[in-house]
């Protein structure tokens, strides 16, 4: 982590030259009012293919024990940028088969590079971008949110009296939501200096919501079915990480394939317990709650919200450098009639 190699990983984030067809930057999807995802239930690749899952936020993304919605091998930045870059079904950034032309588009940058670099001779590699992005990706902290300042700086005043209950509901053993969404991340499985592990790696967790049950039996639809895709065991059919909640209210729509609209949906879905099967998790079983209990959970997450890290300069595209390009996912209409740069304005 060096300043120098975080300036340059920022300039790549933000650089349409990283994709196949020179159309898409890593900020196309990861937009930073949306807590770095693009407000579409799926996401859209450099070629306007449509991804079977969201785009996943990027906050605090260096604390995630592994990455992606459903894959235990992803286990750094680097190796998870792999997937974007490389996809071929659908295409993403679309490098494969273009790795040289696209190395060569960032000759001019070289120093740059050698800054961030010092001591290679010829610093202008594929390995090190994928360095440089994930470095600035580590850089992405949010902690600044009425729940933090309430929990960590004794500002008494920062949550209102509803979130407060909500708060109260949520850590609750009635509800339960903590098992999932836990630790300072609100997330699954984190990483840190001094996390507990299993002979030296942190244990990974997937859930199965009920979101599905296509076949009486569980199952999820074969466009997507989480870990089963990857292991082939019928105990993690639509089994996904619970990912973080910290700025969720922006982050919509939910779960892994953006099939739930809005917050209160959401917490409905946990209310009802989803699809009963035998391969739905022990923790989803529904609760009992009322319209304003429900409300008052809602009014805790929207507690979630870190005005500073969704505006921070330093997490924004460098000067004279456009975040996206021309015809963004932000302004185009999403699944739900709505365009995603509209979202966090209508709350």
Same mark, same amino acid.
């Given at each position: 982590?060096?300043?120098?190699?975080?300036?340059? #990983?920022?300039?790549?984030?933000?650089?349409?030259?990283?994709?196949?067809?020179?159309?898409?930057?890593?900020?196309?999807?990861? *937009? *930073?009012?949306?807590?770095?995802?693009?407000?579409?239930?799926?996401?859209?690749?450099?070629?306007?293919?449509?991804?079977?899952?969201?785009?996943?936020?990027?906050?605090?993304?260096?604390?995630?024990?592994?990455? #992606?919605?459903?894959?235990?091998?992803?286990?750094? /930045?680097?190796?998870?940028?792999?997937?974007?870059?490389?996809?071929?079904?659908?295409?993403?950034?679309?490098?494969?088969?273009?790795?040289?032309?696209?190395?060569?588009?960032?000759?001019?940058?070289?120093?740059?590079?050698?800054?961030?670099?010092?001591?290679?001779?010829?610093?202008?590699?594929?390995?090190?971008?994928?360095?440089?992005?994930?470095?600035? @990706?580590?850089?992405?902290?949010? %902690?600044?949110?009425?729940?933090?300042?309430?929990?960590?700086?004794?500002?008494?005043?920062?949550?209102?009296?509803?979130?407060?209950? #909500?708060?109260?509901?949520?850590?609750?053993?009635?509800?339960?939501?903590?098992?999932?969404?836990?630790?300072?991340?609100?997330?699954?499985?984190?990483?840190? @200096?001094?996390?507990?592990?299993?002979?030296?790696?942190?244990?990974?967790?997937?859930?199965?919501? #009920?979101?599905?049950?296509?076949?009486?039996?569980?199952?999820?639809?074969?466009?997507?079915?989480?870990?089963?895709?990857?292991?082939?065991?019928?105990?993690?059919?639509?089994?996904?990480?619970?990912?973080?909640?910290?700025?969720?209210?922006?982050?919509?729509?939910?779960?892994?394939? %953006?099939?739930?609209?809005?917050? @209160?949906?959401?917490?409905?879905?946990?209310?009802?317990?989803?699809?009963?099967?035998?391969?739905?998790?022990?923790?989803?079983?529904?609760? /009992?709650?009322?319209? %304003?209990?429900?409300?008052?959970?809602?009014?805790?997450?929207?507690?979630?919200?870190? *005005?500073?890290?969704?505006?921070?300069?330093?997490?924004?595209?460098?000067?004279?450098?456009?975040?996206?390009?021309?015809?963004?996912?932000?302004?185009? *209409?999403?699944?739900?009639?709505?365009?995603?740069? %509209?979202?966090?304005?209508?709350?």
């Amino acid at each position: 982590m060096t300043v120098a190699k975080i300036d340059l #990983g920022r300039r790549l984030f933000y650089d349409v030259r990283l994709s196949g067809n020179g159309t898409f930057a890593c900020a196309t999807c990861h *937009q *930073q009012a949306h807590a770095f995802t693009d407000g579409r239930a799926h996401a859209v690749g450099s070629t306007g293919a449509a991804h079977a899952r969201s785009a996943m936020s990027l906050t605090n993304v260096a604390y995630n024990a592994s990455f #992606g919605w459903a894959d235990p091998s992803l286990r750094t /930045l680097e190796s998870q940028m792999a997937v974007p870059m490389f996809n071929e079904h659908p295409i993403e950034l679309g490098l494969k088969g273009h790795e040289q032309e696209i190395v060569r588009r960032f000759d001019g940058d070289a120093a740059a590079f050698r800054a961030a670099f010092p001591g290679e001779v010829a610093p202008v590699t594929l390995p090190n971008i994928v360095k440089a992005i994930a470095t600035f @990706e580590r850089t992405l902290v949010s %902690g600044d949110s009425p729940l933090d300042r309430y929990l960590y700086r004794d500002d008494k005043g920062a949550m209102s009296a509803t979130a407060l209950r #909500g708060m109260s509901s949520f850590f609750s053993s009635r509800l339960r939501c903590a098992e999932c969404h836990g630790s300072f991340n609100l997330s699954g499985p984190v990483d840190f @200096e001094g996390a507990e592990t299993t002979k030296g790696t942190i244990p990974l967790v997937f859930h199965n919501t #009920g979101l599905y049950d296509v076949d009486g039996k569980g199952s999820y639809p074969r466009s997507d079915r989480g870990l089963f895709d990857i292991t082939h065991r019928t105990a993690d059919m639509g089994r996904f990480r619970a990912p973080t909640l910290r700025n969720i209210a922006v982050t919509a729509p939910y779960m892994h394939d %953006g099939s739930v609209p809005t917050l @209160e949906a959401a917490v409905v879905h946990y209310a009802t317990g989803g699809h009963a099967s035998s391969l739905r998790s022990d923790r989803v079983r529904g609760f /009992l709650m009322s319209a %304003g209990e429900r409300a008052d959970v809602v009014a805790f997450l929207e507690s979630l919200t870190d *005005q500073s890290f969704l505006t921070n300069p330093s997490f924004a595209a460098p000067a004279g450098r456009a975040a996206v390009p021309a015809k963004t996912a932000a302004e185009r *209409q999403n699944e739900h009639g709505a365009r995603a740069s %509209g979202l966090r304005a209508s709350r």
